[in-house]
T-cell receptor
Framework: GAGVSQTPSNKVTEKGKYVELRCDPI?????LYWYRQSLGQGPEFLIY????????DSGLPNDRFFAVRPEGSVSTLKIQRTERGDSAVYLC???????????FGPGTRLLVL | GEDVEQSLFLSVREGDSSVINCTYT??????LYWYKQEPGAGLQLLTY?????DMKQDQRLTVLLNKKDKHLSLRIADTQTGDSAIYFC??????????FGPGTRLSVLP
């Protein structure tokens, strides 16, 4: 079956612009996670959804970052007033239950100029 | 706070065994994971171990957990060139928050 998909695969934007990154989880997976991976580092947790609600958003670095999952399936990560330090690969993962079986998408590589 | 550490690089010869080590700090970890990441690809779950186990074997992969020392290792038997990748250790604690290590880059030499 289809895995987790993320669009776009690459995004180049200018400092100060707004971007949206999309994640399509595996069908039927109730849990969805966003991570940020900077060059040479491991993924860093951002936010976790169980269904439509954000169960844990403690990893969001500041209020420029926001994520939604209105129908409990597709999720969008939104970044306002982008900064050069936001450049990273943004990874999405989904899970049928809890975090012990997370399946990752290929990521969106964001570059802020 | 939570912290996961790994050595950054490992080189082995094809056919040898690879051992990738990881240490973590949170004693309340419930599951510990090994993920593989190849260039330009997403993270692939290799295996995971529940914290009340001390060993798990899956084909060429053996995971050892020393809970007292908070040490996790991944042994890859008969390492092949296709095993060249970055390997991430990760833990999950009482929440749903994954904490990843920095990754170990495994290079397999012919």
């Amino acid at each position: 079956g289809a895995g987790v998909s993320q669009t776009p695969s690459n995004k180049v934007t200018e400092k100060g612009k707004y971007v949206e990154l999309r994640c399509d989880p595996i069908s039927g997976h109730t849990a969805l996670y966003w991570y940020r991976q900077s060059l040479g580092q491991g993924p860093e947790f951002l936010i976790y959804f169980q269904g439509t609600g954000a169960a844990d958003d403690s990893g969001l670095p500041n209020d420029r970052f926001f994520a939604v999952r209105p129908e409990g399936s597709v999720s969008t990560l939104k970044i306002q007033r982008t900064e050069r330090g936001d450049s990273a690969v943004y990874l999405c993962a989904s899970s049928p239950r809890g975090a012990e079986t997370q399946y990752f998408g290929p990521g969106t590589r964001l570059l802020v100029l | 706070g939570e912290d996961v550490e790994q050595s950054l690089f490992l080189s082995v010869r094809e056919g040898d065994s690879s051992v990738i080590n990881c240490t973590y700090t949170d004693s309340s970890s419930t599951y510990l994971y090994w993920y593989k990441q190849e260039p330009g690809a997403g993270l692939q779950l290799l295996t995971y171990i529940f914290s009340n186990m001390d060993m798990k074997q899956d084909q060429r992969l053996t995971v050892l957990l020393n809970k007292k020392d908070k040490h996790l290792s991944l042994r890859i038997a008969d390492t092949q060139t296709g095993d060249s990748a970055i390997y991430f250790c990760a833990e999950i604690t009482d929440g749903q928050n994954f904490v990843f290590g920095p990754g170990t880059r495994l290079s397999v030499l012919p």
